[in-house]
């Protein structure tokens, strides 16, 4: 956080923001910056309210205070439908894909508002050639494991062709060999594309992760590389004995 | 679960040249059943068309687009209402016949407005629009008197207008169809509403309409505004609904309170549960079969009409989970599938048949605790 950000370098940025269910703050105060062209890690224990701060960078549920801003706009109260119009690519901890229909209609839909019904088609192709998806295109998304759920959903979001890619949690389920595949492919698309990534998997994050930040209690505990917050006293602490940080 | 596989074809996609040859042998059997049927059948079926538009705006809006909506004779009212008042007062059928149209994609646009830009739950759309229907009927039976006036027709409340005027030939105007032809044109619009219905699923508004259904959080993160989409269906809907309505009044000929009515609108639920919901040509078999049965149960002397019916729902709603022509399209798929099947009967007697032991997911998990 010594770094000085040029403010048009901000991609994304909060202020002051907070969020509150019931009597528990979720998101207690949280100020927080992000370069264009970053690949940005959110780490913290379970509870530490990465989600909810997820799900307010991405308008899906609004701050009880503060701000949101993307590309010096604020989104915090905007529809569901214009956060992607905007550029933002979301993939939830939940997937969120369609069940009933093909990989192929998936990747459509999520193509089709960006491209338009034509260049629809040669994007879903390219898609299905870079996941290397084409065996399973015409199959139901219902039928398929978990971690090719995941995939598919990965598909969408880079149908989409967004600014900044938000990804809670992409790895949840995932064997180590998709877990690795995931991680190559983060960084292939970071090339052009800025991402912030919540994870809870130190070792993924040790794969990819550039800056680093830290939440503890609906706040942020630290912020820098992943080398000196893994020397960092009081991350340790919040961690020692859930997951083998060190 | 059991998938039939075999004669599955994606919605999205163009129907293959085997539906198209099915399309033809439908329209071929309809257009031929005037030369070999008694003319009473003819007249009896000519009802048919309007009721299976009716199920269509239904089945549409709940199979492919998640909108259940429980008022769709609210439409189908109008629709029969608007064309009667309009006929009877300009002497002209074909326009009337727009306006029915018209009239029910309005009214669906307007209380499709203020319940999906509303943003209200899923439950209360279907309650509203049930409510809507029942509040359009108690308005018509309420104007009995001779103040309820449009133009120079009489809406005549609980009576109904029995005047509907006749369809004549749209370049002719002078020259009506007769019994034959009435029959041919309300099965050439009915086939032709199924194949629009079926086509406009193939595109881009038709793909993410199955989008919503599926996931409508996830469409709009997509960038789809999901309300332009489902109030654009619902008006859809309405329209068939009306142009349904219009046939309908036609047909009796009649335009009553009973359109708009709760019994009306249960029998829209039994005809797409029954046939099939999630595909288009099951409501359209749904009305065929159940008002056929309905016929037939009356010259049986079945008193019961109505409790039998109910029975049939039950029985389909428990065993044919996803209607009459999805099952019998999956059979080959069953066939192959015969574990499933057994699978899925066991799973059936213990859930349904089993009565002493109680409904078994309850029993778990009451057990876990002391
Ligand atoms: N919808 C909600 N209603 C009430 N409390 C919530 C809700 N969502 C999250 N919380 C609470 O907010 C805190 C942060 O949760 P979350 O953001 O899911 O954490 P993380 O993703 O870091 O595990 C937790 O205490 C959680 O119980
Ligand atoms: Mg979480």
Redesign the pocket.
């Known amino acids: 956080m010594s770094e000085v950000v040029r403010e048009d370098a901000v991609i994304l940025e909060t202020r002051a923001l907070e969020k509150r ?2 009597g ?1 703050s ?2 207690a105060g949280v100020d927080f910056a992000l370069r264009r062209g970053e690949l940005r890690c959110l780490i ?11 799900k307010m960078l991405t308008a899906q549920i609004r701050p009880s205070k503060g701000q949101v801003l993307f590309d010096g706009r604020d989104i915090s109260r905007a529809h569901p439908h214009e956060i992607s119009r905007l550029g933002i690519g979301i993939k939830n ?1 939940v997937p969120d894909v369609y069940d009933g229909i093909t990989v192929d209609e998936n990747l459509w839909l999520a193509a089709h508002p960006r491209h338009g019904a034509r260049a629809a088609r040669a994007k879903v192709d390219d898609i299905l050639d870079r996941l290397e998806l084409r065996d399973i295109r015409w199959q139901l998304l219902g039928a398929l494991a978990h971690g090719q759920r995941q995939w598919v959903e990965f598909g969408m979001v880079m149908a989409l062709e967004p600014k900044i890619i938000l990804l ?1 949690e992409p790895t949840a389920g995932m064997s180590i060999e998709e877990t690795n595949r995931t991680a190559a492919l983060i960084r292939e698309v970071n090339r052009t594309t800025t991402i912030v990534v ?1 994870e809870h998997d130190m070792q993924f994050i040790r794969q990819i992760a550039d800056i680093v930040t830290v ?1 503890h209690q ?1 706040r942020i505990l630290a912020e820098d590389t992943m080398a000196r917050i893994q020397a960092n006293q009081a991350v340790r602490e919040v961690y020692l004995g859930t997951s083998g940080l060190a | 679960m059991i998938h039939g596989v075999a004669l599955m074809q994606h919605s999205s996609e163009r129907p293959k040249w085997w539906w198209w040859v099915f399309v033809a042998a439908l329209a071929a059997f309809f257009i031929t059943m005037p030369f070999h049927l008694e003319i009473f059948v003819i007249l009896e079926m000519s009802r048919f068309f309007g009721m299976a538009m009716l199920a269509l705006s239904m089945g549409f809006l709940w199979g492919f687009s998640g909108i259940l909506s429980f008022g769709q004779t609210a439409f189908f009212g109008l629709g029969g209402y608007g064309f009667t008042v309009l006929a009877l007062n300009t002497g002209e059928t074909t326009g009337s016949v727009f306006f029915a149209v018209a009239l029910g994609a309005a009214g669906a646009g307007i209380l499709g407005y203020f319940m999906i830009y509303g943003r209200i739950s899923e439950i209360y759309l279907s309650v509203i629009t049930l409510v809507f229907t029942l509040i359009l009927e108690k308005g018509i039976r309420a104007t009995s008197g001779d103040q309820y006036v449009i133009g120079k027709v009489r809406l005549n409340g609980q009576n109904g207008i029995p005047t509907v005027p006749q369809l004549d030939v749209p370049w002719n105007p002078s020259v009506q169809l007769d019994i034959n032809w009435f029959f041919w044109v309300g099965a050439v619009l009915m086939i032709l509403v199924y194949i629009g219905l079926r086509l406009i699923l193939t595109t881009p508004f038709g793909r993410v309409l199955v989008g919503i259904r599926e996931n409508e959080r996830r469409t709009e993160l997509l960038g789809y505004d999901a309300r332009r989409y489902k109030l654009a269906a619902f008006m859809l809907a309405g329209g068939v609904a009306g142009l349904g309505g219009a046939l309908y009044a036609i047909s009796i000929p009649l335009a009553h309170p009973e359109m708009f009515s709760l019994g009306r609108a249960a029998d829209v639920i039994m005809w797409v549960l029954v046939g099939g919901k999630g595909t288009l040509i099951g409501p359209i078999a749904g009305v065929f079969a159940i008002e056929h049965f309905k016929g037939w149960l009356g010259t049986q002397g079945v008193g019961q009409v109505t409790l039998v019916l109910g029975a049939v729902l039950i029985l389909f709603v428990l065993v044919f989970h996803k209607g009459l022509l999805p099952s019998i399209g999956s059979l080959p798929g069953l066939w192959l599938d015969r574990a499933a099947i057994r699978e899925q009967l066991a799973e059936f007697v213990q859930h349904h048949l089993t009565w002493r032991s109680g409904p078994p997911r309850r029993r778990r998990r009451q057990g876990g605790r002391p």
């Open positions: 269910f019931g528990v979720a998101i913290g224990p379970n509870g530490a309210g990465k989600s909810t701060f997820f901890q809670d919540v939440f609906g």
